[in-house]
């Protein structure tokens, strides 16, 4: 295994006989003396679109797909500076849609989490997003608790647990949400904007049977916490 740097930043160049040449836009490294690939087995891309969420590139990369037997091809990103993003399918669409469906996937859990809760690999494919992806034009997927506080006639006003207020058209909402009682609580799935948590559209709802308690139900819950009693001899052993 041996690693190459672009631009300041270093990868593991993982040994592949498919490999040839580490390409960046116009920059071209050749590290390994590699069987070049045909181009119509590659491309280049700039983004894609996951089902509702587009994944915008600063700079383009190159993505192979590889038939390894008669009905059955890889895909995967040259350089492999990627290994655990890669699709597999009978066909070079299913093989590429499998790549992207894990790419999305990869992103929004790594991107869902904290720098202390992300392990190595996660971190690893953290630094590669950040240089990779256009944070700001790229959606992510959250889910949260909250519930209708107004109706208008093509618009609901959402308040969730953290507090903030929503106002968002009936177009980007499921239709079961005009179901919903105000007050009544559901949980949501939602996109919004990385950099702003701008909400863009609602995915789906639920019902949910989260419930609020007031400051007196709380005291008497802990009054009703049964209390032992121990010597202070007790307690140090």
């Not at 592949?16 to 491309?43: D, F």
């Not at 894990?102 to 630094?127: C, G, P, T």
């Amino acid at each position: 295994m041996s690693t190459i740097v672009i631009n300041q930043n270093e990868y593991e160049l993982y040994s592949n006989p498919y490999l040839c040449n580490i390409e960046c836009e116009n920059i071209r490294y050749a590290k390994q003396e590699y069987p070049l690939i045909p181009e119509t087995n590659s491309k280049w891309i700039k983004g894609f679109q996951h089902d509702h969420y587009t994944y915008s590139f600063y700079n383009a990369i190159r993505v192979v797909i590889e038939q390894k037997s008669e009905n059955y091809f890889s895909c995967f990103c040259s350089p492999l500076v990627l290994p655990d993003i890669q699709g597999v399918g009978e066909t070079r669409k299913e093989a590429l849609d499998k790549w992207q469906e894990s790419f999305h996937l990869n992103f929004q859990v790594i991107y869902s989490k904290l720098h202390w809760e992300r392990d190595e690999r996660e971190k690893r494919l953290y630094e590669f997003f950040v240089k990779l992806v256009d944070i700001p034009e790229t959606l992510l997927c959250f889910e949260q608790t909250g519930k209708v506080i107004k109706k208008y006639d093509d618009k609901f006003e959402i308040e969730w647990l953290d507090g903030h207020v929503n106002i968002v058209d009936l177009s980007n909402c499921p239709q079961e949400l005009s179901a919903y009682d105000i007050g009544e609580y559901f949980r949501a799935k939602k996109m919004c904007k990385r950099k702003t948590a701008k909400l863009v559209k609602i995915i789906e709802v639920k019902r949910s049977n989260h419930k609020v308690y007031s400051k007196e139900d709380v005291d008497k819950f802990i009054q009703s916490i049964p209390v032992v009693k121990i010597t202070q001899s007790e307690y140090w052993k």
